[in-house]
């Protein structure tokens, strides 16, 4: 059984090409006519399922509905999928494995190929056609018996993107571009206290293919050129390596070919939503705080958008207080202006200006409630 999932990464324009063979929905013609077959142009040497597109489907067509895993061709079919580089990392790492359907979305996502080694029971068959409530059950079965070792995978990722991309609250640590971190992870000192817990990575390298065949190709046709103007039209061209793609035989070197390659763009920043908890790269500013993954219970709406209105309401509760504590200090002054002979009103705004500074950072740092310090607030200025 062949592997079919290549990842090509492009880093001038931040992009990573995965190309993958598609798991998707289908329809099995359930007749044996032979003008039905040809009214569909159904090959039945190239198509013995007699599977159809769902788009060719009517209410008449007599059909099984079914996920089918294979071509309807003698030859591979195969999407491509165009993100930012990272993302099927960041896919992967978001993924609850308490519930089935969400590993089973990223299988639809990216096809079930990249979790062929994986299935070493046998579950998932690639030259397959499953009706939908039988890929269900199959997929469960799978699910149930690899989700212990996704979850340690998961955590192994995890913990390396929080060390290499997040800041550590060390100042000689941040001193170091997330690559420079990963590097580091792999080299022990006397004072041994970042390496404990980073995994080493170079055990997920082995089973990577790598297509170089673009780097010979070349719009130069070499054979009309003697040696001499060879070497001075080569000598004005600016060769690079060109990108190539990496066939990945198992989901650990797919993770891991990501992870290097992220390095590679030295993203500053890798942040956990405040939201959600999931994993993500901030697109403007490296202090984002929210995803804009939708809402489990909401699609519409988007983490980034129940951040807005958290901070909204947030502003408005400390303009509140705001508005609240300046009139308060602008009726005890007052009070000092228009009663100069009264000590007691001068002592009272006095010990104020000390003290709401103090009660408003039990306030910031919830030790006190809203309520508390806004009764305490009207309790100083009567």
């Known amino acids: 059984m062949n592997n079919h999932f290549n990842i090509y990464f492009d880093l001038k324009s931040n992009q990573e090409i995965i190309k993958y063979r598609k798991l998707t929905k289908a329809y ?16 039945e040497d190239k198509n013995p ?5 769902f788009k060719s489907v009517t209410e008449n067509t007599p059909v099984y509905e079914a996920v089918f895993f294979n071509t309807l061709h003698d030859v591979d079919y195969f999407e491509i999928k165009v993100q930012p580089i990272g993302t099927y990392l960041i896919d992967f790492l978001n993924i609850n494995l308490n519930d089935g359907n969400d590993l089973k979305k990223f299988a639809f996502k990216y096809g079930l190929d990249i979790f062929l080694k994986l299935d070493s029971l046998n579950l998932l068959n690639s030259y397959l056609i499953y009706t939908v ?11 149930n018996y690899v989700k212990d070792d996704l979850y340690k995978l998961q955590q192994e990722f995890k913990e390396s993107i929080l060390f290499c991309f997040n800041d550590s609250g060390d100042k000689k640590l941040n001193k170091l571009n997330p690559k420079q971190k990963y590097f580091l992870s792999f080299h022990g000192c006397n004072d041994n206290i970042y390496f404990t817990k980073t995994p080493k990575f170079q055990k997920y390298a082995k089973g990577i293919s790598i297509d170089y065949d673009s780097f010979f190709d070349t719009d ?10 060879l070497i001075n039209t080569i000598s004005s061209k600016d060769f690079n390596f060109a990108p190539c793609f990496y066939s990945c035989l198992r989901l650990e070197n797919s993770l891991f070919i990501s992870f290097i390659n992220l390095l590679e763009l030295e993203i500053l920043h890798m942040k956990t939503c405040a939201n959600c908890g999931k994993l993500f790269i901030p697109t ?3 202090n984002e705080k929210y995803c ?4 489990v219970d909401d699609s519409s709406r988007t983490c980034k958008v129940v951040g807005a209105d958290k901070k909204y309401k947030a502003k408005v509760k400390d303009n509140e207080i705001i508005t609240l504590i300046r009139s308060t200090s602008s009726t005890l002054s007052m009070r000092v202006k228009r009663n100069p002979d009264i000590k007691e009103h001068k002592i009272k705004y006095d010990k104020w200006k000390i003290s709401y500074p103090v009660q408003m950072k039990k306030y910031q740092d919830r030790k006190i409630t809203k309520d508390e310090f806004i009764n305490w607030i009207n309790d100083v200025r009567r």
């Not at 039905?36 to 142009?41: D, I, K, N, T, V």
């Not at 399922?49 to 597109?53: E, G, Q």
């Not at 409530?133 to 699910?143: A, E, G, L, V, Y």
């Open 28 to 43: 099995i013609l359930d007749s044996q006519d032979q003008e039905l077959l040809m009214e569909y142009g159904i090959d």
């Open 49 to 53: 399922f007699h599977i159809i597109d």
């Open 133 to 143: 409530s039988d890929f269900d059950k199959i997929f469960t079965k799978f699910f």
């Open 220 to 229: 130069i046709n070499l054979t009309n050129f003697t040696t001499e103007e």
């Open 284 to 286: 403007s500013k490296s």
């Open 292 to 295: 804009n993954n939708p809402l």
